[in-house]
């Protein structure tokens, strides 16, 4: 969002992004002028050097957007994640800018570890807010210290994303675009891809492609297509692929993410380390478990029916199944 809304004001961005915006079709370009925007998180940096690796990058404006356990390969507890947020923060020079949510305490704990940088934050009871204008997240009026600024109305939906657009026009202020140009560069911003891609339409039945891999991220993906689509059927297909949920370090997060789902495949894959069935048994909404992408294809022709969507959630390729799957509803 943020390189799109600096692109928009004419400020030609290099930018590394983890993902494919729509509206650059790369994920990453040198650009023409020294403005750069990093997606960076914590993972460490190479086999010799265990330090995350955004100490790297010496930001003069910095959002942290957002801090839960994570990466259970590399961190031992959550506390060891914020040691590194905190050595980030410790980059930034005194005339930068940190941008951070309200609604996180662990980014709260982080700040009080020691900033000697300027600080703003979004959400509830921050400097940038919100007023919903439409409730699953497309259209709302951006506040700056009680100031209305504008509308972005534009084709993403989930309070995620509403969050992020408060970062990015905080982050693009500090560097010079007013906010009504960057809610105007918002509401052109194409989403990135695999973040709830449409990737096909068969018979009625709608197919998105989601990158969540964390009980969070699953939670915002599935609330915000609910709020869109109202009573409609959502089947919620999810792959436990990166090193943490394959650890189970997420495990106990699990079966209160997908309750905005009307019911849940799992996969389980032959190298998981521990009881998906046990889990998908505490969800609330129907959950089966499937070892095959065979057997998930055929639970979604028994139930799908026109007016269905169905959100297949993985970090990886998953095995092409967005597009056998696509091809058995034929």
């Not at 921050?126 to 439409?134: R, T």
């Amino acid at each position: 969002m943020l390189a799109w809304v600096l692109e928009h004001a004419g400020m030609s961005p290099g930018f590394l992004i983890g993902g494919v915006p729509q509206n650059f079709s790369v994920s990453a370009r040198l650009g023409g002028t020294p403005f750069f925007v990093i997606e960076a998180d914590e993972y460490d940096s190479a086999f010799f050097d265990k330090r995350s690796k955004f100490v790297h990058y010496r930001p003069r404006t910095a959002i942290l957007n957002n801090l839960e356990f994570d990466h259970a390969d590399i961190f031992p507890d959550l506390p060891a994640i914020e040691r590194q947020f905190h050595h980030l923060v410790r980059t930034i020079p005194s005339e930068g800018l940190v941008i951070h949510p309200t609604t996180e305490p662990a980014l709260q704990r982080v700040i009080e570890m020691g900033c000697w940088t300027p600080v703003q934050t979004t959400g509830a009871g921050g400097q940038w807010q919100v007023k919903l204008l439409s409730e699953d997240g497309s259209a709302f009026e951006v506040m700056f210290e009680g100031v209305s600024q504008g509308t972005v109305e534009w084709e993403l939906t989930g309070q995620h994303n509403v969050a992020n657009a408060l970062a990015a026009l905080a982050a693009a202020r500090h560097v010079g675009v007013v906010p009504s140009m960057g809610i105007a560069g918002l509401s052109a911003f194409k989403n990135v891809k695999r973040r709830m891609e449409k990737v096909a339409e068969v018979r009625g039945i709608t197919i998105y492609d989601d990158f969540a891999h964390h009980p969070t991220a699953i939670a915002t993906t599935l609330d915000g297509l609910r709020k869109r689509i109202g009573d409609a059927p959502l089947i919620a297909i999810i792959e436990p692929r990166s090193n943490s949920m394959k650890l189970g370090a997420h495990r106990d997060g699990l079966p209160d993410s997908v309750v905005d789902a009307d019911q849940v495949i799992w996969y389980a894959p032959a190298n998981l380390g521990w009881d998906l069935a046990g889990t998908a048994a505490l969800c609330t909404v129907p959950s089966i478990v499937s070892d095959s992408l065979e057997g998930i294809i055929e639970r979604v022709k028994s139930q799908a029916q026109p007016g269905t969507h169905v959100v297949i959630m993985s970090n990886g390729g998953f095995g092409g199944l967005h597009g056998k799957l696509a091809e058995a509803l034929q």
